[in-house]
């Protein structure tokens, strides 16, 4: 699920904004559609009148929606094939793939990663596919948000033309992201709960091979809606969410399928637009932090959190690209390559040297809304 647009005479108030909040109710004059997006009713708004949010958590709710939730307006020039298929010559080789919504559907892309002929390898055909990861023996995860507010985590296996191998039941709510661990439990960080997003969204855990939660864990005070996730080596589980109050925050989850609180991360540098958590070879948490209409973002990298902080970051590499809002990304194990998936120019799958930053060094237009991208293999865990 990744913000929609709102249009110039669309003023949000603090009723709408509590649309979002657990205290929200669906049958409001704003309303969260089935499909997530906000839509203006007719009259005055629920809530006391007059009392509007800052220009800040307008701007910052109003491109979550355009981001995480882009059913309408969608770009055009998606290709959706009639049915998935995939390069034989290509399974089985170092792959990079990419979910992405259009005005005809949505699917899962697939390239090989060491192609410099852009040529898509395989397509996946999703309703509306988010979040992705993969695992070591190749298998493809993809957290679905259907439209229908049928959530789920669909599992594919190589050669990812078949339909789904298994299906994890998300009981009730709109998954955004998805990780697997080293001993394959998978993590679904839920956006919020479905249809309505009145209530604030959840990680929920599920077994190797099981499809059934074996642990769920919230805290409403401190993590509203969820964005991303990932693993350590350890099975220690970082999250990117938003609190009540729209700000960009981070959490750590221990235990796995014994797991039962979230444990709130501090920094000292502002998380101005946090969306996507990643760890690399090295065991350092990485978050992207989009800086807004600088031209680049930040791969802010810190070390492992101590009593609850991650402290300061121990390096920031700048990604530049013009384009920026970058809803996902992931690093590649074989050539220390950084992926971002940016919904800006198109939707734009791009290539980035993780040590150096700077300029892409590969752009694919994948034309539509992209929502997540995974690695094959994946660099942790």
């Known amino acids: 699920m990744k913000p929609k647009h709102i249009g110039k005479n669309f003023t949000l108030t603090s009723a709408s904004l509590a649309i979002l909040a657990l205290?929200?109710?669906?049958?409001?004059?704003?309303?969260?559609?089935?499909?997530?997006?906000?839509?203006?009713?007719?009259?005055?708004?629920a809530g006391a009148p007059g009392q509007e949010t800052t220009i800040q958590q307008q701007v910052v709710l109003g491109r979550i929606l355009r981001t995480l939730r882009p059913?309408?307006?969608?770009?055009?020039?998606?290709?959706?094939?009639?049915?998935?298929?995939?390069?034989?010559?290509?399974?089985?080789?170092?792959?990079?793939?990419?979910?992405?919504?259009?005005?005809s559907g949505g699917v899962v892309d697939?390239?090989?990663?060491?192609?410099?002929?852009?040529?898509?390898v395989g397509q996946i055909a999703a309703p509306a596919p988010e979040g992705l990861a993969t695992e070591a023996d190749g298998k493809l995860y993809v957290a679905n948000s259907t439209a229908s507010n049928v959530g789920n985590v669909l599992v594919y296996a190589p050669p990812y033309s078949k339909p789904p191998k298994r299906t994890l039941d998300d009981m009730g709510y709109f998954p955004n992201g998805v990780a697997v661990s080293r001993r394959g439990v998978v993590a679904v960080a839920n956006f919020c709960d479905a249809p309505s997003c009145s209530g604030a969204g959840n990680v929920v855990f599920y077994r190797k091979n099981s499809t059934e939660p074996c642990a769920t864990v919230a805290d409403a005070t401190n993590?509203?809606?969820?964005?991303?996730?990932?693993?350590?080596?350890?099975?220690?589980?970082?999250?990117?969410?938003?609190d009540p109050n729209y700000n960009f925050v981070i959490g750590e989850v221990r235990g796995g399928c014994r797991a039962t609180?979230?444990?709130?991360?501090?920094t000292t540098n502002m998380l101005h637009e946090a969306y996507a958590v990643q760890v690399d070879q090295w065991g350092r948490i990485v978050v992207i932090n989009y800086t807004g209409g600088s031209g680049y973002d930040v791969l802010d990298v810190y070390e492992p959190p101590k009593n609850g902080s991650l402290g300061s970051p121990i390096k920031d590499i700048e990604v530049v690209d013009g384009i920026t809002l970058p809803v996902d990304y992931v690093f590649s194990a074989s050539n220390g390559a950084v992926y971002t998936a940016e919904q800006g120019g198109g939707g734009v799958l791009n290539?980035?040297?993780?040590?150096?930053?700077?300029?892409?060094?590969r752009s694919i237009v994948v034309g539509?809304?992209?929502?997540?991208?995974?690695?094959?293999?994946?660099?942790?865990?």
């Open 368 to 381: 539509g809304a992209p929502q997540g991208v995974a690695a094959y293999p994946p660099l942790v865990p």
């Open 110 to 120: 697939i390239y090989l990663e060491a192609d410099t002929h852009q040529k898509m």
């Open 351 to 361: 290539s980035f040297d993780f040590h150096g930053g700077g300029t892409p060094e």
């Open 223 to 242: 993590f509203f809606v969820f964005l991303n996730d990932a693993f350590d080596n350890r099975g220690n589980l970082y999250v990117t969410a938003l």
């Open 71 to 103: 059913y309408e307006s969608m770009p055009s020039g998606l290709h959706v094939a009639t049915r998935s298929f995939m390069d034989p010559r290509a399974v089985g080789k170092r792959l990079v793939f990419i979910s992405t919504f259009g005005s």
């Open 261 to 266: 609180t979230i444990t709130p991360l501090t």
């Open 23 to 45: 205290s929200a109710s669906c049958s409001g004059p704003n309303a969260v559609t089935p499909n997530g997006t906000l839509e203006r009713a007719q009259g005055k708004p």
